[in-house]
């Protein structure tokens, strides 16, 4: 890391820090969508509306903070801790605000959330490890298609004679798969670069004594 790696006030940590403050934003407009309050009935309707855009905003401003980031080589330990779990919160609370809505299948959830657990801790022993396991297409297609599905999900209703509470179900359960099977092939890329870790230290274990 450069010598800022403990510099907090730049703007990639500026827009992480934007997204973790949208998220109880997000939850609090489900939840006036499920239980709304008498002075908001007649914006009712607007509701899952304005979740889906704030949604959509702090999902960009992920993008916007990694580029950034890696553009000017800005580079810090609150941004590379703060950063995925900004993601995974914002990801985690919309999916419990939708089942609470009956808009998703609780498996499906339970899924989302335990692969996120489990693939953190997968990456935690990687770094306790030192080594790297790149991430597969397949991942990036399970965000893209959560990504997707969960602003469809939270407007909930044709909208520009789209389907999207139809189209946001079909995403994600694509989305649930993908999770499945990429946490399958990145477990099994991890236990083959463990084995080749651990046989190349037995090497060099030998080739000194």
């Known amino acids: 890391m450069e010598k800022n790696d403990l510099e907090i006030n730049n703007l990639p940590n500026r827009l992480t820090i934007f997204r973790m403050l949208m998220i109880p934003v997000i939850v609090l407009t489900l939840y006036f969508d499920k239980d709304t309050p008498t002075d908001l009935i007649s914006y009712r309707k607007y509701l899952g509306h304005i979740a889906c855009w704030i949604f959509v905003v702090a999902a960009l401003t992920d993008f916007l903070d990694g580029h950034i980031a890696r553009k000017r080589n800005i580079v810090t330990v609150f941004g590379s801790f703060l950063d995925p779990i900004a993601d995974k919160f914002l990801v985690v609370a919309s999916l419990i605000m939708l089942l609470a809505l009956d808009r998703v299948n609780a498996i499906v959830v339970i ?50 004679g789209l389907p999207l509470p139809l189209i946001g179900t079909v995403l994600i359960y694509i989305s649930a798969l993908l999770s499945f099977l990429s946490a399958l092939l990145y477990s099994l890329s991890m236990i083959k670069k463990l084995r080749e870790a651990r046989a190349e230290k037995k090497k060099l274990k030998k080739a000194h004594s």
Not at 122 to 134: H, K
């Open 111 to 160: 899924i989302l959330v335990l692969r996120e657990m489990y693939m953190t801790s997968l990456r935690l022993l990687a770094m306790t490890e030192d080594i790297q396991v790149p991430v597969s297409s397949l991942g990036k297609w399970k965000t893209t298609a959560q990504m997707v599905a969960v602003p469809m999900l939270m407007i909930n209703e044709k909208f520009l």
